[in-house]
């Protein structure tokens, strides 16, 4: 099954995706901290409120997180072109849920920044809470699956030794379009890839993680609890602009697209804010 968060006349609804509609699920608006997951994986659809897609906007999968995890530098072709020696750890920073936009919105150039870049990578939506969750129990606490891109203002990353102030901008980072549950694809070999103005800049899979999505949720719930609707962002394959020669930036005008296979695809217009 494949939901989508949206908003239709002023309401907020989490639905079902039917080809090109969209069916709401009885008694829930949100998937957040709150959400009672039981009740929501047995939800029945609302036939009477099926709409069309090109009548709604969309809305992250996920838009009140209680946190974003970000882990950085998880696929060794990305490690190697920053020329870091390979992690025994993984590297970790927030984004706050202001950070997130849907996957439909334009990407805003902030006139602070001259070094905009793009990351394609898989989103983990975490379901049932949990703290200290053992690898083997890692993915009974998966909602699903999405899609984002860690927009970076790489400028304001390397101020300082820590990420947060270029990963961490308000608006910026789509995410979605849709939250696709873990039957419903394998992501063993998952291509993952990026195209800026229709060239091919990332282009890698999931098998090449260093630190695979049961890992990254045993190690984040050791020093806090993973709430429900909490979101993973899994790290980004080689090929960002910062480190390519020419290097390549976003900016006003250009179109940048993420995929992860099975799971979705984000195109997104660059404006300036």
Request: charge should be negative.
């Amino acid at each position: 099954m494949v939901w989508v968060s949206y908003r239709h006349n002023g309401q907020d609804h989490v639905g079902i995706v039917d080809g090109e509609q969209f069916v709401p699920l009885d008694g829930f608006a949100r998937i957040d901290a709150d959400t009672d997951v039981d009740a929501l994986l047995s939800a029945e659809p609302r036939e009477s409120g099926r709409v069309d897609r090109a009548e709604v906007e969309l809305l992250p999968p996920s838009w009140a997180p209680s946190k974003v995890f970000c882990v950085g530098l998880n696929y060794k072709a990305h490690i190697e072109e920053t020329g870091r020696d390979l992690p025994t750890y993984p590297v970790l920073f927030p984004k706050y849920a202001s950070s997130l936009i849907a996957a439909d919105r334009p990407i805003p150039v902030p006139s602070e920044s001259a070094q905009v870049d793009y990351e394609a990578e898989l989103a983990v939506i975490i379901g049932r809470p949990g703290r200290r969750i053992a690898i083997d129990d890692a993915a009974d606490h998966v909602l699903g699956y999405s899609v984002a891109n860690d927009v970076t203002m790489r400028d304001y990353q390397y101020k300082t030794h820590q990420w947060l102030q270029g990963k961490a901008w308000d608006g910026v980072t789509p995410i979605g379009p849709y939250l696709v549950r873990p039957d419903e694809v394998d992501l063993a070999t998952a291509g993952v890839r990026t195209t800026v103005d229709g060239v091919t800049v990332q282009d890698s899979d999931l098998s090449m993680l260093i630190f695979d999505i049961p890992t990254l949720i045993s190690v984040i719930s050791e020093f806090t609890e993973l709430k429900t609707g909490d979101i993973i962002l899994t790290g980004t394959p080689g090929g960002v602009g910062f480190r390519r020669d020419p290097q390549l930036f976003l900016t006003p005008g250009t179109t940048v697209t993420v995929e992860v296979d099975g799971v979705g695809r984000i195109e997104s217009r660059v404006t300036a804010e």
